[in-house]
């Protein structure tokens, strides 16, 4: 089980990013996967978490209504479309996947990889 993360990057406040995290050796489908994030000296947050299998999302409170989930099952990839970006949603975006059911503990999730950058600044 491999997971990459990408598509972090430099936005002005108000602005829009989507990142990616392609997913090797297992299925979405099979899967949920969590999205967290963890800016410099906090620590790390769930901000989503699908079970594609079932359709099935969840978002945290600070970034409802602004980001969104979505799966490409062909590519084996799911996306998080960031919104409304503010300054506050800079940090370290991961994604992680466990084989039972969406979590916001990051304990929980065995399989992570490895993080890309969100810098929302002006």
């Known amino acids: 089980v491999q997971l990459q993360a990408s598509g972090g990057g430099l936005v002005q406040p108000g602005g829009s990013l989507r990142l990616s995290c392609v997913a090797s050796?297992?299925?979405?489908?099979?899967?949920?996967i969590g999205w967290f994030r963890q800016a410099p000296g906090r620590e790390r947050e769930g901000v989503s978490c699908a079970t594609i299998g079932d359709g099935s999302t969840y978002y945290a409170d600070s970034v409802k209504g602004r980001f969104t989930v979505s799966a490409d099952n062909a590519k084996n990839t799911l996306y998080l479309e960031m919104n409304s970006l503010k300054p506050e949603d800079t940090a370290v975006y991961y994604c992680?996947?466990?084989?039972?059911?969406?979590?916001?503990?990051?304990?929980?999730?065995?399989?992570w990889g490895r993080g890309t950058l969100v810098t929302v600044s002006s």
């Open positions: 992680a996947a466990d084989r039972d059911w969406c979590s916001w503990n990051p304990s929980d999730y065995p399989y």
């Open positions: 050796g297992f299925t979405l489908d099979d899967y949920a």
